[in-house]
Nanobody, 120 residues
Framework: QVQLLESGGGLVQAGNSLRLSCAAS????????MAWFRQAPGKARECVAS????????YYADFVKGRFTISRDNRKNTVYLQMNGLKPEDTAVYYC?????????????WGKGTLVTVSS
C-alpha cells in the first residue's frame, strides 16, 4: 500500500521560503509522476508542480514558475517542493500525489496535506 506523508508546512511572511517534503512508502511505481497540488479555501484543488522519475519532464503551473522547484531524492523516496518568494495567495493546503498527468483524476495516491500560510 503506497503511503505519502507531507511535512514542512507552516506560517511564513510574504517573500520568505519554505521547503515541503513528501516521504513515499510502499513503493510508488516508477511509471508514476510525483506531484504537488494545493487547495485554497473556497477554491478547487490545482496542480502546482509535477515530475517524472527523472528530472527531465518537470511541469510547473504558470503561477509558480520561477519561484517553486520540485525535486526528488530517489534513494530516500522523497519528493520536495522548494517554495521561494511566497505570496499571500500561495496560502493553501498542499498535497503530495502520485499518478499520471497533472489533474486530480490522474492521481492514484494522495497524502493528507500540509498547511502553508503566508502572511502579508
Amino acid at each position: 500500500q503506497v503511503q505519502l506523508l507531507e511535512s514542512g508546512g507552516g506560517l511564513v511572511q510574504a517573500g520568505n521560503s519554505l521547503r515541503l517534503s513528501c516521504a513515499a512508502s510502499g513503493g510508488p511505481s516508477r511509471s508514476y509522476r510525483m506531484a504537488w497540488f494545493r487547495q485554497a479555501p473556497g477554491k478547487a484543488r490545482e496542480c502546482v508542480a509535477s515530475m517524472g522519475w527523472s528530472s527531465d519532464s518537470n511541469y510547473y503551473a504558470d503561477f509558480v514558475k520561477g519561484r517553486f522547484t520540485i525535486s526528488r531524492d530517489n534513494r530516500k523516496n522523497t519528493v520536495y517542493l522548494q517554495m521561494n518568494g511566497l505570496k499571500p495567495e500561495d496560502t493553501a493546503v498542499y498535497y503530495c500525489a502520485a499518478g499520471y498527468g497533472t489533474k486530480d483524476s490522474g492521481m492514484r495516491y494522495w497524502g493528507k496535506g500540509t498547511l502553508v500560510t503566508v502572511s502579508s
